[in-house]
Structures are given as C-alpha cells and as structure tokens.
C-alpha cells in the first residue's frame, strides 16, 4: 500500500503524466525538471509498444480505423515529452539534458525500429494498402495509408530476414562513414592556421576584421600577429577586402581543398564507401539508384525531374556568371596589372563594383529594423492576407524570460493557435533559427486541436542603451521563420502525421521563403521599416538601393549553388561503382556542366557536409526547387498589381497552408496557381532572365 501510494505521489510530481492544466494545453514548462524527462520516455515508450502490439495482434480485420488511424493517434505519453524535450534541447539546453540524450537517442531508434520492423503489423498495412481503392477512404485517408505503407517499405519492412540483415548492417555503416565525413572536416577546419605577422600584408582589411584576427592570434598565444582560419567569418572578410592576392588565394585554397590532402582526414575514400553503400542500400530496397530511392519520397519525385529542372536554372546562370566575370575582368584591367581574374579574385572585385554601383551601407539600415517593429510588420501582413490577429499572452509558462506568447484568432475570432517567440542567443541555444511544433494539430472525436508553434532564431541582442537592430538577413531570417509558422498555425488536418509542417523537404521551404518576398516589397517595408527613434519611415533613396542591390552578383551565386546541386545529383545516380574514383569523378561532373574556372562549386565533394555528413543527399536541390514554387507563387500575387490581393491570399492558404501534406504538393500547387510552377519568375528576381 505504502509503495502503491509514493509511485503515485511520484508520478503525480511529474507534469507529463499530467493534463496540462493550462487552458491552451500548454507545457508547463516553469514545472518541467531534467528528473521529468526520462521516466516520461520511459513510460512513453511503453505505452506505445502497447498500443503497437494491440494492433499488430488484433485478431480483428485490418481496418482504416482499427489499424492506421490507431497508430497515427498512438504514443500520446511519448509525443508530449519528446516535443518538449527536443524543442528545449534547441533552445535552452544544460548538461543533464545532453546526458539525456545521448542515453534516449539509441532507445528511440529502436523503438522506431520495433514499430517500422513489426512483421504482423506490416501485414496489416500491406493488406489495406494493397485493397486501398475498396475501402472508401477520404482523400485525406489514403494520402496517409500510402505515407505509412511508404514508410514500412522504405525502412525495409517488405524485405526477407537475410536482406533486413544486410540493410541493417548497411545502415549502421554508413551511419559511421557519415560520422566520419563529418569529424574529418571538422578537424582539418580547426586544424589550419594562416599566421599574418606584417602588418603591411593587411592592407584593405576593415579594422573590426583585424581585430578580430588579433583577438584569434592573441587566443592562440601568438599576442601582436593575425589569425586566420577556414571559418567563413575570419576568411570571406579577406576575400572581400584584402588587397594581398596571395593572402586571398592561400585561404580559399585552405577552405576548398579541406579533407582532401591525402593523409588520415582525406575523405576520399569516406565518399566512395559512402556512395557504394548508399547504391547498394537503394538496389536492396527495389530502385536502380539512391536518387530514385531518396527522390520517390519527394514532390520532384524522380532524378529526371530534378535534372531537367536544374537544367532551366543552371544555363541562365552560367550565362550571366559569364557576363559578370567579363565585368570583372575589365575592372582588373583597369588596374593595369595584367592579371588574369581567378576565382580568389571573385569577391575582392565584386565588392568594388557593388560598392562603386550601389553605395549600400547596411549599418545606415539597421536603425529602420528594430526587432519589435518587423515582428509587428510580420504580423500585420498576417492580418492583411488572412485577417489573422495576434494577441500577447501575459500569463503563460515559459522556459526562458526572452520568451514571448501570442494568441493568434482568425478573422471570426476562433483560435488558430498558439505562438512562442525566442529571438536572443545565449548558452544553451545551438546557432541558426527555426521553427518547431510543441503540440501538432488534429482532429478527433469532433474537437480540432489547435497547434502551439514556436519562432526561435539568434537575432542581435539589445544593449543598455539600444533595442535589437537587425540587418537585412536577419530581417528575412524572421519573415521566414514566420513563414514556417502559418504554414504551422493555419493547417486543417485530420491526423497529425499530415499536419502542418510535415511535408516532402522539396515542398517544406515554399510557404517560409515565400514570405522573404514581401518583405522587401517597399509597399510593405513602409509598414515596418521605420527608424526606432523618430519613428519616421525609411526613404525612399534607401529602399530603392536594396531593390537594386537584390539582383548583384546572382550569376555567381546561382552557379556556385547550381553546381553543387548537379554534383550531388551526379553522386547519387551512380549505377556502377566498379572503377570509382573521387577526384576525377568530381572533375568529370563539373566538366560536364561547363564550369568556368573563376568560380569554385560552393562544396567541393570533401567538404559537401549536407550530402555526405547529413541527409540532404539528392536533396540540395531543394533550395532552388522551393525558390522556383515561391517565386511563382508570389508573381500571381504581383500579377494583380496588388501584393495584398485578398483573393490570391484565400487560395493560397486554402490550398497551401491549410492543407499540410493530405495531398500530393504538386496537385497542391496546381490548385492553387491553376499550372505548373513556373521558373520565369525566379529567373527573373534573380536577375537571370
Ligand atoms: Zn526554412
């Protein structure tokens, strides 16, 4: 009785295996502890399993209901703690939770692996699935019976005992090769050193860029010299500014060759064990190549696509990378010197030009970009295209004092969700910004769940005597996060698999970079862009310079970016590996495309971490991909030569925002523009057409 009796007072201490009380159903987070996470995982896990094996055991008739539905409503226990565990472990983490983490990774992948592995519940999902067009399902149904048998082959459920062997031998040594490609640029990124010990070698060089150079070399006990890394933030400056070519071409020499010295960090042969191991895993699982693998998940669906796709961009853009080398040249020539321009030559005399043509001093900008502004302007867009209002919550658990809540109702005053914003670095934050769900959205037993959404990012801090001042980045940073966030708050879905976010990764950056095209669009930048102390709107003269500025350099830009796509393409759509060999194949690849060889592919294959080191592999494509669907997009807006065209706003959220991934994005898409996307409208912002 008394044991009985401290289990429940124990469990009743912990907020997870609580209703949250909270009229939202937000976490409590001012009552979440590190003691909290594990028994919640632990229990969570549990509870799963259970359910699982309901259903895989049920002696009943597969049905929608009794087994897909059932699973997508499972783990109700282990949602809750994960969502706020992995969201924290972002964004406000300590040491015990790393503990936590590396101790539950592991046990979550074999969880995954004892649900995906299931061999009676398979059954189940192939017998439905193979009956789908029997089953009266909504469209919504079998969009997530198909995602879910997706999901079963993909992890090789279909596979014999002898294969599954081999795929998870196979997993567990890429897995490793990956680590491996990872740690080998990390180390050879740390390792190089470029010591300047006269002061005359700095010529052209910014005085903040020396002194952060002195600072590294003083850090490094070199005190009175200058240090420079293949960090971006200690050699770009120098590509830009130093008017000492060697200095130039010995640090872009440094960062492009990284790993690939031929001693004990080269990742030559990491890649080749890689690309083997990925071809052999795509051959086991029924595909020719790991992109048609890789690719079969995804809105580009096939290699072809992505390839003819490639194509419509990457010719324009070498075309105008062309052009802009020949400026280039002309300048060098003016100099007098004879020089013949070379890529470490690229970004020193593209800042002269866009110096000379466009004057475009961004710390004249920041005063128009107070964070609370553009945060107010990012809302009142809302407002303007979806009628969408926002509301400060005063009373809500948060995890840290820079957290802000909204309310966000609808025009008829319904709750559409709940948002957090996190804007400051601090410890315990990783880099970057994102967005994140704490709780999905869904509908069951007649209530529509609505979600919690969280904004985090690293914007400038405010100072004693200054509020947080962004620069344009970080402007389109926010207006894209938020972006992430509607796509988020606005969804109208039934399961939670399909909610929201959870979309092919060629889709997931369209309704985000979308938003990047309203914010320098002067009719909505006179909504926010005004000065924090006068409160004055920002000229005219400046916001036409930043229209100007946007089409600079994009020659170059795209073909660094274009190549580095085709390279990866080129990697996995391999089909024979028998004579592989690293460098001449990277050679043989950008041969192909016709690189010129003042522009060096944005990631030379030992140091492509997206690809080789993550899971973007046949997937770096996915930028320009959703550039083209988000250009298209917002052109029909512009097409109405109104950007706030109420009509246009109600169908993208009612065939894009609303919908999440409970049909096919292209049919998505095509329902809401009435055509293909069209590359036109990228080619032209991006000043190539
Ligand atoms: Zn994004």
């Not at 050193?193 to 600072?215: F, H, I, T, W």
Request: proline share 4%; charged share 25%; hydrophobic share 40%.
């Amino acid at each position: 009785m008394t044991a009985l009796l401290l289990v429940g007072t124990a469990q009743s201490a912990n907020p997870f295996f609580e209703t949250y009380k909270n009229k939202y159903g937000a976490p409590p987070f001012d009552k979440i502890k590190n003691e909290h996470y594990k028994p919640a995982f632990t229990e969570g896990i549990k509870q799963q399993q259970a359910e699982i094996n309901a259903i895989a055991n049920s002696k009943a008739a597969p049905t929608f209901v009794n087994t897909i539905e059932a699973m997508d409503f499972s783990g109700v226990l282990l949602k809750k703690v994960s969502s706020v565990f992995f969201n924290l472990y972002s964004s406000e983490t300590n040491e015990g939770m790393s503990k936590i983490a590396t101790e539950i990774s592991p046990v979550l992948s074999e969880h995954n692996d004892n649900i995906y592995l299931n061999e009676k519940l398979f059954a189940r999902v192939k017998t439905l699935y193979d009956n789908r067009a029997k089953l009266n399902l909504t469209p919504e149904q079998t969009r997530l019976l198909e995602k879910y048998h997706r999901n079963f082959i993909r992890s090789g459920a279909a596979l014999n005992k002898e294969q599954k062997e081999k795929l998870r031998a196979i997993n567990k040594e890429l897995g490793l090769a990956q680590l491996a490609f990872g740690q080998n640029v990390l180390d050879e990124t740390n390792a190089y050193q470029k010591v300047v010990d006269n002061v005359a070698d700095l010529a052209g060089l910014p005085e903040s860029v020396r002194q952060a150079a002195a600072a590294d070399a003083k850090e490094a006990k070199m005190d009175g010299k200058w240090l420079f890394s293949t960090h971006k933030a200690s050699f770009i400056p120098v590509l830009q500014y130093s008017d000492n070519r060697q200095l130039r071409k010995d640090l872009l020499m440094a960062y492009t060759t990284r790993a690939n010295h031929d001693n004990d960090k080269d990742n030559k042969a990491v890649i080749n064990k890689i690309v083997k191991l990925r071809l052999q895993k795509a051959q086991l699982l029924g595909f020719d190549t790991s992109a048609a693998f890789i690719l079969d998940d995804t809105m580009a669906k096939t290699p072809k696509t992505v390839y003819d796709f490639l194509a419509t961009v990457w010719t324009p853009a070498l075309n105008k990378a062309k052009t802009e080398a020949a400026e280039l040249q002309k300048l060098m020539d003016k100099e007098g010197k004879g020089e013949k321009l070379e890529a470490w030559d690229w970004w020193y005399y593209s800042e002269k030009l866009r110096k000379a043509n466009f004057n475009l001093d961004e710390e004249a900008l920041k005063p128009y970009f107070k964070l609370e502004n553009v945060r107010k302007g990012v809302f009142d867009l809302a407002t303007k295209l979806y009628g969408l209002k926002f509301k400060k919550l005063h009373d809500m658990p948060i995890y840290h004092p820079d957290v802000e809540v909204f309310e966000v109702t609808d025009a008829d005053s319904s709750l559409v969700g709940i948002l957090y914003t996190d804007y400051f670095p601090r410890p315990g934050k990783r880099a970057g910004a994102w967005m994140n769900n704490i709780s999905d959205q869904y509908k069951k037993d007649g209530i529509n769940h609505r979600p919690i959404i969280c904004n985090v990012g690293n914007f400038t801090k405010p100072t004693a005597g200054k509020p947080s001042l962004l620069n344009m980045d970080e402007v389109e940073t926010l207006f894209h996060e938020f972006g992430h966030a509607l796509h988020g708050l606005l969804t109208q879905c039934t399961y939670p698999s399909l909610s929201g976010t959870s979309v092919s990764r060629d889709f997931v950056e369209f309704p985000s970079q979308i938003m990047e095209n309203w914010c320098w669009e002067p009719e909505v930048m006179k909504t926010y862009a005004r000065h924090y102390k006068t409160g004055e709107v920002m000229p005219q003269e400046l916001m036409d310079k930043i229209q100007l500025a946007g089409t600079f350099n994009q020659g170059f830009v795209n073909a660094e970016l274009l190549s580095a796509s085709l390279l990866d393409m080129d990697y996995h759509t391999i089909k024979d590996t028998a004579n592989f060999d690293v460098a001449a194949f990277e050679n043989a690849s950008l041969a192909r495309m016709g690189m010129i060889p003042q522009i060096i592919v944005r990631y030379r294959s030992t140091f492509f971490n997206h690809i080789f080191e993550g899971d973007y592999s046949a997937g770096y494509y996915s930028y320009t991909w959703a550039a083209v669907l988000d250009a298209d997009a917002f052109a029909a807006f512009k097409e109405t030569g109104d950007v706030y065209n109420p009509k246009v706003a109600k169908a993208f959220r009612k065939n894009i925002l609303e919908r999440g991934d409970s049909d096919d994005p292209m049919k998505l898409y095509r329902k809401f523009r009435g055509a293909n996307p069209n590359p036109d409208a990228l080619l032209k912002k991006r000043g190539l057409k």
